[in-house]
């Protein structure tokens, strides 16, 4: 397949809030987004058609580009070489639908279905902090926690390509019941939305003084933010939260024996406040030869999804001889 200047990769993102639309070169390079509400109410034919309207527009802006394959970025579990999606926590109704199939039909280009964790870890690796490492973690750290292996120079797939479910670790037995099913699961305990309800559970019975200054519905940024400013206990929820990362990091690197660890999603926007606490653990905790590593904070932000999937349909496309 010959890739030319015109010729371009229809990018999606789909999330439980948002539906993110690009046109991606050849060489991942982002030429124009588009971006709307998922409509999670109509399901995943409702959805189709939102892909089918983001593109459109998306085309009209750039009339000189072509779409050759579309890649989508969606939350796991699903099946990347069936291209079918599973019972997603995040938007009901799509246990055992054709995604990837419907949608080639619709868009009338080649489409592949990718887990979204290892639509991140690729474009982190192709073009972000991960690139040079043949062996690296990608973990995304938001709402949810979840990642992506690069191991022995290849993203680790698995059989169903939900290969590296990081979240989904046991890591409490007979803890707190799990979106999927399970109890205790490594999200439950190290995710944006656990640390969250962890400094308001705390903060309730500790009457932090944060209370005052930002009312009940205070945000993880706002932790943050009083932590900067020498909060105390602030800083201990975000030292536990360190933790409870470096907890699943050591059995990451017991698993994968990485070179290095990219830490993204919302979280990671305060990296640097996170990173003690994390170090701590490993030091601590991980064997002698795996404490050397080196744990960084993704380089391309919330479009490591949308790059990634790029490569990965133009790589995948090309491999069938689509
Ligand atoms: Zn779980």
Sequence with gaps: MNVT??????????????????????????????????????????????????????????????????????????????????????????????????????????????????????????????????????LTVSTGLGGGAVVNGRLLRGAGGMAAHVGHMTVVPDGPLCGCGNRGCWELFASG?????????????????????????????????????????????????????GLGIVSILHLFNPKRIVIGGGMSANFDLLLPGIEAYIDKNAMAPFRNISIVKAALGDNAGLVGVSFLAKETSHRKGQ
């Design 5 to 138: 200047k015109e010729d371009v990769i229809l990018a999606i993102d789909l999330g439980g809030t948002q539906l993110r639309a690009a046109l991606i070169d050849a060489s991942g390079q982002i030429l124009s987004r588009e971006a709307t509400r998922t409509d999670v109410v109509g399901g995943p034919d409702a959805v189709i058609e939102q892909i089918a309207a983001l593109s459109q527009r998306l085309l009209s802006a750039r009339p000189s580009s072509k779409i050759i394959c579309a890649g989508i970025s969606c939350p796991g579990p699903l099946d990347t070489h069936e291209g079918r999606t599973f019972n997603l926590a995040t938007l009901p109704g799509y246990d055992g639908f054709p995604f990837a199939s419907r949608a080639r039909e619709r868009l009338g280009v080649p489409v592949v279905l990718e887990h979204d964790g290892h639509a991140a870890a690729y474009g982190e690796w192709k073009q972000g902090a991960g690139r040079g490492f043949d062996d690296f973690i990608y």
């Design 193 to 245: 939305t656990s640390f969250l309800a962890r400094v308001r559970q705390r903060a309730d019975i500790d009457h932090w003084l944060g209370l005052k200054e930002f009312g009940r519905e205070f945000k993880s940024e706002d932790v943050f933010n009083a932590a900067r400013k020498g909060d105390l206990f602030a800083d201990e929820m975000i030292k536990i939260e360190g933790e409870w990362l």
